[in-house]
């Protein structure tokens, strides 16, 4: 009887009866929870509200093998495809949307569940790299888009990666790759602070000339020449009209004011 009238009153999920219930609209004789209410006699949400849903864990689904047929049947090749075939409406109920999961036991890559054959990027086992530049450099490729056509092309081994400068950690540069010689790409050497040894990253704002890293250039600079500032009379640098770093700052902000 409880059920019946639930039915009637057409809720679409469990979050639109309890809504129901806190409205103060169910009949005082009916449950608000249903599940403990009626224990065993409770056959889920969908048959307490007449729209028939089963919850994803309590289906009974296809075996494995039976959901991979049923997919290659249809000729789906993509998981794009795969994920537009669900959202159809075309699905049979008893084939789940979240087949890696479901399916997890068995599972191994969405190229054997449907039948492409396609292994992840990151999951290839590639040759090594001395091996791989062997290889294509008897092509006698001479740019980087000859490469990306001769890729395209399928002529390309599935062992050699498409793009060697994400896989390889020996890569330098693609004529070292491709095997022209062509030294103008090369990287430049790593420049090392002569006082330190270490390897200055950032050329542009290392001055080179002296061959020192910043850190050393400016303990250098401070030996050669300490001044006072004619302001708060600390030893300093002049960055301009005798003044230090801070004090030049504070003048310039006064001048611009």
């Not at 494995?64 to 699905?91: D, L, M, N, P």
């Not at 001044?227 to 504070?250: A, D, P, T």
Request: aromatic share 12%.
């Amino acid at each position: 009887m409880s059920g019946k009238l639930v039915k009637s009153e057409g809720l679409q999920s469990f979050a639109e009866w309890q809504t129901f219930c806190r409205r103060g609209l169910k009949p005082a004789n009916i449950p608000a929870g249903p599940s403990q209410m009626f224990g065993k006699e409770f056959q889920g949400v969908g048959n307490w509200l007449g729209t028939n849903y089963v919850a994803t864990f309590n289906r009974q689904y296809r075996s494995f093998t039976a959901s991979k047929q049923y997919v290659r049947e249809h000729r789906i090749s993509s998981i794009k495809q795969w994920s537009q075939h669900c959202s159809s409406g075309e699905k049979p109920d008893d084939i789940p949307t979240d087949v890696a999961v479901i399916y997890s036991k068995e599972w191994t890559t969405w190229g054997d569940f449907l039948g492409t054959g396609f292994v992840c990027y990151q999951n290839r086992k590639h040759k090594s790299f001395e091996e791989s530049r062997k290889f294509v450099r008897k092509l006698g490729l001479k740019t980087r888009a000859e490469w990306e056509r001769y890729c395209k092309s399928g002529k390309k081994p599935d062992d050699i990666p498409a793009g060697p400068s994400m896989v390889y950690s020996e890569w330098t540069y693609w004529d070292d790759w491709l095997g022209t010689g062509n030294s103008k790409h090369k990287k430049k050497p790593p420049l090392k602070c002569k006082v330190c040894g270490k390897v200055v990253v950032d050329r542009a704002k290392s001055p080179s000339a002296l061959g020192m890293c910043g850190a050393c250039y400016h303990k250098h600079r401070r030996k050669l020449k300490p001044h006072i500032c004619s302001e708060c009379g600390e030893k300093c640098f002049i960055e301009g009209r005798n003044r230090c770093k801070k004090c030049y700052r504070r003048f310039q902000r006064n001048n611009h004011a």
